[in-house]
T-cell receptor, first 112, second 116 residues
Framework: GENVEQHPSTLSVQEGDSAVIKCTYS??????FPWYKQELGKGPQLIID?????GEKKDQRIAVTLNKTAKHFSLHITETQPEDSAVYFC???????????FGKGNQVVVIP | EAGVVQSPRYKIIEKKQPVAFWCNPI?????LYWYRQNLGQGPELLIR????????DSQLPKDRFSAERLKGVDSTLKIQPAELGDSAVYLC??????????????FGPGTRLTVL
């Protein structure tokens, strides 16, 4: 099955700087790649997703890039704010009725 | 639009006791998922329903776990008897019916289970 790995496990950034989290996946047939943000005591919240027919997608301060050849995709957060502090999970699936495989998560800490 | 609703939010039980979790998906979402999230890990799928049919339950420990979604809306996940290793957050998620966004899963707040 699909195996998703995230790096680094913990990332600390100064407020206003950018944060980048990278995920690698193993199944070349995967075509759907969402990113979730999870705050303490809450469920994962979808923040952005990308499909394999697109190389990059942006939504305000958040962007995701996909490199199908290298089988990795990255989350970019610009102008970080304290409320961006959370655990971020990447996931991958073949889409449709196929299972979504999650990474172990990255703890992002934004230092005011 | 109301999100996925789960109850209870927290549950503490002693080992060997039964426990049940309830989920109400987003209105109109025909696909419902139950996940288990261990501390420091990502969610892992336990079971997926399409309407009232369980279409992927290969990772559900069937000796002690059971689930139902009788009318294709609400769902209940049960553990009987609970073991120490079942301590985790149990998440419910749902997906809409339309083909364009059916991959998108929306999660509830979860139920944190502690087994003593």
């Amino acid at each position: 099955g699909e195996n998703v790995e995230q790096h680094p496990s913990t990332l600390s950034v100064q407020e206003g700087d950018s944060a980048v989290i990278k995920c690698t996946y193993s199944d070349s047939a995967s075509n759907y790649f969402p990113w979730y943000k999870q705050e303490l005591g809450k469920g994962p919240q979808l923040i952005i997703d990308i499909r394999s027919n697109v190389g990059e997608k942006k939504d305000q301060r958040i962007a995701v890039t996909l490199n199908k050849t290298a089988k990795h995709f990255s989350l970019h957060i610009t102008e970080t704010q304290p409320e961006d502090s959370a655990v971020y999970f990447c996931a991958a699936s073949r889409g449709g009725n196929n299972r979504l495989a999650f990474g172990k998560g990255n703890q992002v800490v934004v230092i005011p | 639009e109301a999100g996925v609703v789960q109850s209870p939010r927290y549950k503490i039980i002693e080992k060997k006791q039964p426990v049940a979790f309830w989920c109400n998906p987003i209105s109109g979402h025909n696909t419902l998922y139950w996940y288990r999230q261990n501390l420091g890990q990502g969610p892992e799928l336990l079971i997926r329903y399409e309407n009232e049919e369980a279409v992927d339950d290969s990772q559900l420990p069937k000796d002690r776990f059971s689930a139902e979604r009788l009318k294709g809306v609400d769902s209940t996940l049960k553990i009987q008897p609970a073991e120490l290793g079942d301590s985790a957050v149990y998440l419910c998620a749902s997906s809409p019916r339309d083909p364009v966004s059916t991959d998108t899963q929306y999660f509830g707040p979860g139920t944190r289970l502690t087994v003593l």
